[in-house]
Each structure stands twice: as structure tokens, then as C-alpha cells.
């Protein structure tokens, strides 16, 4: 069945930039949250890049008005009953996320697939909670959405030929380039990156460099586009931190482990730009 309207459960920093590359692509979009103070934060983040791409002169007004138009927020999940797709795209915790699919299960229609953005929970175990396991399946979107070309799909254990199929189309369709990995802690994107952030901090914690250095070397040195520090302060140190534990456990090596300094910083609420510190200080 064709998909027409997309639904995206989170207005946060991953949902609204999900739900403006959806509207952008002709769906309509139902983009929900729990608070209407959440919603409207989101649609003015869609509105914000909207309208710099108007002064930048690459889409119209009318464009960007239309973009809109097809946006409707909700803070009901009820309303989630009339799209074809969801994604959710809430914080990234077990229960948080198990909840959700509990509800989207009882609320959405039988022939609707329901995919997570998560980075890293089993997708088996996300579709464990419902009674469609074949139609749950991993969407996973990268930050800032609107910029990065990639969407890692995520094939569960029971996922449908079907349903990879609409999902991997629909990558397609929002512009963007679509990679598959199985069902593996951390996936293919965090398997490789956090580890990766995860030693830079290591790097910190032993004194090999300082903040700065370590960034530079990797951002001149491996021409990425940021140093893994300021990456992570992007991503948000506890999601860093969250993510790590999912590999630490999910294969129980050693060679997972969280970086002691990473841990600290999140238990002292220092989570990266988010909260105006984390290894650098955004104030
Ligand atoms: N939303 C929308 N557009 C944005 C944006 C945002 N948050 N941030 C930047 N942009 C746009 C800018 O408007 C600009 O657009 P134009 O080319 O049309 O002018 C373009 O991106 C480049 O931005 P800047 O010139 O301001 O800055 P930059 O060249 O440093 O690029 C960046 C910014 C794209 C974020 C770049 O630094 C980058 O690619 N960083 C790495 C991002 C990354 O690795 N993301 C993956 C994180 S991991 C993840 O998401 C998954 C997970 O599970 C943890």
C-alpha cells in the first residue's frame, strides 16, 4: 500500500528534522510529542532551516509554505491512526521506546509498519513488544537529517520482505541514500563511530592530548568534518554513553567499555551543547 501520510512519534532534535524531510518529499506528515511546548519547538526548529533556505534562495516561498502546510502536530498518539508509516523517534530509553510500540500497536491500522530511529536497541526486541514483529524495522536517520545523505536500515529478525522494501523506498524517496545492517548491537553507523568517540576520550583521559589536539588531529588529519570531542557533544554525551553500553553488554567484550571520564561527564548533567557543557562549553 502506498504511503501517503508519515507519521513521526518526537518532536525532538531526530523527529522534526524526520518530519521536515517526510513533508518536503509530498507526504503529509503527523509529527506528535507529549507536550504541545515540544511540538511547537520542533515545528519552529522546521520553520527556522525553512526559511534560511528561502533567504539562501533554495526553495521558494510557496515551497516552504507548502512544506508546512503538510506538517500537522499532535500531542495525542491516537492520532497516529491515520497515518500508513510511522517512525518513532523518541528518547533514546527501553521502556520509553517499548511503550510507544505497545500503543502504536493497539492504535495504528494492521497494514501500517512501524520503524524506530533508534541508534542501537535490537530491533528484535522493539518488535518483540507488538503483535506485527514482521512489520517493525530499523529507521535510522543521522544528525542534522536534513543535511546527512544516510538512513541505516535495520532488518529485525522477523522483518517482512515488505516492509524493508517500503522502508528502503522511502529512504529513497526523502533523498537520501539507504544502507542495510542486520540486527547487531550499535548496527553498522554506531558499531563503528563510538568506539571510535569513546577512544578520543580515552585519548583525553590519558593524557595523550588535549581537547583541542585530538580534534584537530582527526578533523586535519582524517578530514572529518568535526573532531570526534565536538561530535560527541553533538550527539550528546549521554546518548554516547547509552550507546556504549549497548555494545559493553550486547557482546560482552571489554573492548566496548565506556571511557570512565565519559560516564563522569554525564553524571555530573555535562551532556554536550544540549546543556551548554560537555567537553567544550557552549555558553
Ligand atoms: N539542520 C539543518 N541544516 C543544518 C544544520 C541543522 N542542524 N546544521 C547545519 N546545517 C546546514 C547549514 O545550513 C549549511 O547549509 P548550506 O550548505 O545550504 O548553507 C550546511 O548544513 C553546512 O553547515 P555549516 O556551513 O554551518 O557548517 P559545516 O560545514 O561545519 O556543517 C555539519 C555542519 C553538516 C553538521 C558538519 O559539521 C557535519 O557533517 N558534521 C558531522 C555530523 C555527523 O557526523 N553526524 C552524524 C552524527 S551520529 C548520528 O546522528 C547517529 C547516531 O546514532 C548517534
Same mark, same amino acid.
Given at each position: 500500500?502506498?504511503?501517503? *501520510?508519515?507519521?513521526v512519534?518526537?518532536?525532538?532534535?531526530?523527529?522534526?528534522?524526520?518530519?521536515?524531510?517526510?513533508a518536503t518529499?509530498?507526504?503529509?506528515?503527523?509529527?506528535?510529542?507529549i507536550?504541545?511546548? %515540544?511540538?511547537?519547538?520542533?515545528?519552529?526548529?522546521? *520553520?527556522?532551516?525553512?526559511?534560511?533556505n528561502?533567504?539562501?534562495?533554495?526553495?521558494?516561498?510557496?515551497?516552504?509554505d =507548502?512544506?508546512?502546510?503538510?506538517?500537522?502536530?499532535?500531542?495525542?498518539?491516537?492520532?497516529?491512526?491515520?497515518?500508513?508509516y510511522?517512525?518513532?523517534? =523518541? *528518547?533514546?530509553?527501553?521502556?520509553?521506546?517499548?511503550?510507544?510500540?505497545?500503543?502504536?500497536?493497539?492504535?495504528?491500522?494492521?497494514?501500517?509498519?512501524?520503524?524506530?530511529?533508534?541508534s542501537?536497541?535490537?530491533?528484535?526486541?522493539?518488535a518483540?513488544?507488538?503483535?506485527?514483529?514482521?512489520?517493525?524495522?530499523?529507521?535510522?536517520?543521522?544528525?542534522?537529517?536534513?543535511?546527512?545523505?544516510?538512513?541505516?536500515?535495520?532488518?529485525?529478525l522477523?522483518?517482512?520482505?515488505?516492509t524493508?522494501?517500503?522502508t528502503?523506498?522511502? =529512504?529513497?524517496k %526523502?533523498?537520501?541514500?539507504?544502507?542495510?545492517?542486520?540486527?547487531?548491537?550499535?548496527?553498522?553507523?554506531?558499531?563503528?563511530l563510538?568506539?571510535m568517540?569513546?577512544?578520543?576520550?580515552?585519548c583525553?583521559?590519558h593524557?595523550?592530548? *588535549?581537547?583541542?589536539?585530538?580534534d584537530?588531529?582527526?578533523?586535519?588529519?582524517?578530514?572529518?568534518?568535526?573532531?570526534?570531542?565536538?561530535?560527541?557533544d553533538?550527539?550528546?554525551l549521554?546518548?554516547?554513553?547509552?550507546?556504549?553500553?549497548?555494545?559493553?553488554?550486547?557482546?560482552?567484550?571489554?573492548?566496548?567499555?565506556?571511557?570512565?571520564?565519559?560516564?563522569?561527564?554525564?553524571e555530573?548533567?555535562?551532556?554536550?551543547?544540549?546543556?551548554?557543557?560537555?567537553?567544550?562549553s557552549y555558553?
Amino acid at each position: 500500500m502506498e504511503t501517503k *501520510t508519515f507519521g513521526v512519534v518526537g518532536a525532538g532534535q531526530m523527529g522534526n528534522g524526520i518530519a521536515q524531510v517526510a513533508a518536503t518529499s509530498g507526504l503529509q506528515v503527523i509529527m506528535s510529542d507529549i507536550k504541545e511546548e %515540544f511540538v511547537q519547538r520542533g515545528l519552529a526548529n522546521i *520553520t527556522n532551516i525553512l526559511t534560511k533556505n528561502v533567504e539562501k534562495g533554495k526553495i521558494s516561498l510557496e515551497e516552504k509554505d =507548502a512544506v508546512l502546510g503538510r506538517i500537522k502536530t499532535s500531542i495525542d498518539l491516537k492520532d497516529m491512526a491515520d497515518a500508513d508509516y510511522v517512525v518513532e523517534a =523518541a *528518547t533514546e530509553n527501553e521502556p520509553v521506546k517499548f511503550q510507544i510500540f505497545r500503543d502504536l500497536d493497539a492504535i495504528c491500522p494492521p497494514h501500517v509498519v512501524l520503524a524506530s530511529n533508534t541508534s542501537s536497541i535490537p530491533i528484535v526486541r522493539i518488535a518483540a513488544q507488538t503483535k506485527r514483529p514482521n512489520q517493525v524495522i530499523g529507521m535510522h536517520f543521522m544528525n542534522p537529517v536534513p543535511v546527512m545523505k544516510l538512513v541505516e536500515v535495520i532488518r529485525g529478525l522477523a522483518t517482512s520482505d515488505e516492509t524493508f522494501q517500503i522502508t528502503w523506498d522511502l =529512504a529513497i524517496k %526523502f533523498g537520501k541514500t539507504p544502507a542495510l545492517s542486520n540486527d547487531y548491537p550499535g548496527f553498522i553507523a554506531n558499531r563503528i563511530l563510538m568506539p571510535m568517540i569513546n577512544e578520543a576520550v580515552y585519548c583525553l583521559y590519558h593524557g595523550v592530548g *588535549t581537547r583541542e589536539d585530538i580534534d584537530t588531529v582527526m578533523k586535519l588529519g582524517m578530514n572529518h568534518p568535526m573532531g570526534p570531542l565536538t561530535l560527541a557533544d553533538f550527539i550528546g554525551l549521554d546518548t554516547c554513553l547509552a550507546i556504549m553500553e549497548v555494545l559493553y553488554e550486547g557482546f560482552c567484550d571489554s573492548k566496548y567499555r565506556p571511557c570512565p571520564l565519559l560516564r563522569k561527564y554525564v553524571e555530573a548533567g555535562w551532556l554536550g551543547k544540549k546543556s551548554g557543557r560537555g567537553f567544550y562549553s557552549y555558553q
